[in-house]
């Protein structure tokens, strides 16, 4: 089992949207017994729904956000993930200070797998802005996790091949 945690700011616009986005592409290839696939936020917020936008965005997209509920990043959920993908160069940083041990499963989304310089690896906050905004927002999230899907789909089936 591959245990994958998609982090932003609050756990209600970005992380949502990836952690859907991701957890459908799991489905599809119906590996849900060899990949798990969480969401979580840096300030700690528990309990709220994802955006109004999140989810309408979403909805368009074919994809159902309407229970979920934000909840923290931990100590627990950082050491029992084997992949943390960050929407930010600030949040991953911040990541791999508080969770020292842990630094070397802590990664941006657009940096994870990426050989070549990036000019821009954060992937920034819809809060507040535009529906447009969102859906360029979710676009860009869901380019980057087609990009990686194969490479942890293959892991993932390797893995679960050695067990």
Known sequence: MIKI?????????????GEAILQNLVEK???????????GGILGIEGERASDFSI???KEKGLNLE?????????????ASDLVLCMTIDQAEK?????????N????L??????DELFFYSIDDPIGLSLEFYRKIFNDIEKEMKRIYPAIKEKAQTQDNHT
């Not at 945690?5 to 209600?12: D, E, F, G, P």
């Not at 229970?67 to 050491?79: A, K, L, Y």
């Open 67 to 79: 229970s979920h509920r934000s909840q923290g990043v931990t100590s627990d959920v950082i050491n």
């Open 56 to 58: 309408a965005v979403a």
């Open 29 to 39: 290839d119906g590996l849900e017994e060899v990949i798990e696939i969480s969401s």
């Open 105 to 108: 499963k802590i990664y941006t």
């Open 110 to 115: 657009r940096e994870y797998l990426m050989e």
């Open 5 to 17: 945690l998609i982090v932003c700011t609050a756990n209600i616009c970005r992380s949502p949207m």
């Open 95 to 103: 990541l791999k200070y508080m969770y020292a041990t842990c630094h």
